[in-house]
């Protein structure tokens, strides 16, 4: 049995301002180093065997917190940063709503029909995540696992493991340094917490 421990990063200063950040290199807010301490300080698995993370630094910085308690080296892989938002980046919702208001209804209501100037689709984002996830969990038998990523891309592997469909992945809450346990045994997955944020309490 494959125990997996995804976790999204730590609160940045954009996720206030609820602006895109796709693969922005936005950094961690105070807030945000503090909640990825706290995880840390309160995480809900004693022994851990790889720590695996997104190589942006919001994700990375959170992983590296992690990293220092159990002693282990961050494995970057690229497959794990967020979406590529393409001419959303760095622009505020409330804006995307003015400037582009058909693709705006379409990604919360109807996310598998979005179609994003220079953007990765939702289909693209979890095809790559989900293969991510596979390969690291082929790589790491009967070990208990760590993957830090984003928002939409926890989303769309958690849609993956529930076999659930992507029109459903905003139904599911991410929060910052949420922490979301399955087990993968006998090629099935079983789901223990989604969205856990206990350790912030």
Same mark, same amino acid.
């Given at each position: ?7 999204? %990063?730590?609160?940045? /200063? ?8 796709? %693969? ?16 840390? =300080? ?14 942006? =630094? ?7 917190? /992690?990293? #220092? #308690?159990?002693? /282990?080296?961050?494995?970057?892989? =690229? ?12 622009? #505020?919702?409330?804006?995307?709503? =003015? ?17 994003? #100037? ?80 206990? %350790? /912030?309490?």
């Amino acid at each position: 049995m494959t125990k997996i421990i995804l976790v999204r %990063h730590g609160l940045t /200063l954009w996720n206030s301002e609820r602006k895109i950040q796709g %693969h922005s290199n936005v950094e961690l807010a105070p807030e945000g180093i503090a909640q990825a301490e706290l995880l840390a =300080k309160n995480f809900p698995l004693e022994n851990i065997s790889a720590i695996y993370s997104s190589d942006l =630094k919001r994700a990375k910085v959170t992983a590296e917190t /992690l990293a #220092k #308690k159990f002693n /282990l080296p961050v494995q970057f892989e =690229k497959n794990l940063r967020e979406a590529n938002w393409g001419d959303w980046e760095g622009k #505020k919702l409330s804006d995307i709503e =003015k400037i582009d208001p058909v693709n705006y209804e379409r990604f919360f209501r109807n996310p598998e029909e979005v179609q994003i #100037k220079n953007a990765e689709t939702f289909a693209q984002l979890q095809e790559r995540a989900f293969s991510a996830v596979k390969k690291i969990i082929a790589a790491h038998p009967d070990e208990n696992i760590i993957i830090v990523a984003h928002g939409a891309i926890n989303r769309t592997i958690i849609c993956s493991i529930l076999e659930i469909p992507l029109k459903k992945m905003w139904a599911i809450s991410q929060f910052n340094t949420a922490v979301n346990i399955f087990r993968f045994e006998d090629g099935f997955f079983t789901v223990e917490l989604i969205n856990g944020t206990s %350790h /912030l309490l």
